[in-house]
């Protein structure tokens, strides 16, 4: 199964996941470039607002074709109880291009849900996995256990 990992990561927090992931599945990686400055505390919340409000934004171009691929597991942090606006263009530009897809975020605390069921609804199709973290398990890789299991059930699908 040819894979490929997209994400966006304001922090790193989501890059490292993806590493991890695309790693394990012996996958591509491509990460998703906000156009906008999003570094700072007053960034930051302008990030939230246009999470929020379910902004669009400008991304770099994809380098890889996101076609060729059998299964894309998008990542994305959890922003305002919703995917990153450079997720949602992402997603928005290429969804009639994803044949099989999974999920995975990285939350402060709460929001996954929420944050899934938003990427499946813009995507108009079902994950066939999906993984949440928290920033602390990232942060003192307490994840990789979590990893083991999201691939094992992506092998198994």
């Known amino acids: 199964m040819k894979s490929l990992v997209v994400y966006y990561s304001r922090t790193g927090t989501t ?4 590493q991890a992931i695309a790693r394990n599945l012996g996958g591509d990686i491509e990460e998703i470039i906000d156009k906008k400055d999003r570094r700072g505390p007053t960034n930051y919340l302008i990030a939230g607002k246009d999470a929020a409000t379910k902004r669009l934004t400008e991304i770099d171009d994809t380098k890889k074709d996101i076609s060729s691929y059998d299964i894309v597991v998008i990542g994305t942090p959890v922003w305002a109880f919703t995917m990153a606006p450079a997720i949602r263009t992402f997603i928005t530009r290429h969804k009639e291009s994803l044949k099989n897809i999974a999920f ?4 402060g605390g709460a929001g996954s849900k929420r944050t899934f ?7 108009g199709k079902r994950p066939v996995e999906v993984l949440e973290a928290t920033t602390k398990e990232v942060m003192k890789d307490m994840f990789k256990q979590k990893i083991s299991e999201f691939i094992e059930r992506l092998s198994n699908k």
Do not use: P, S
């Open 15 to 18: 890059k490292k996941i993806a």
């Open 104 to 107: 995975f975020c990285t939350q």
């Open 117 to 123: 069921k938003d990427m499946e609804e813009l995507c």
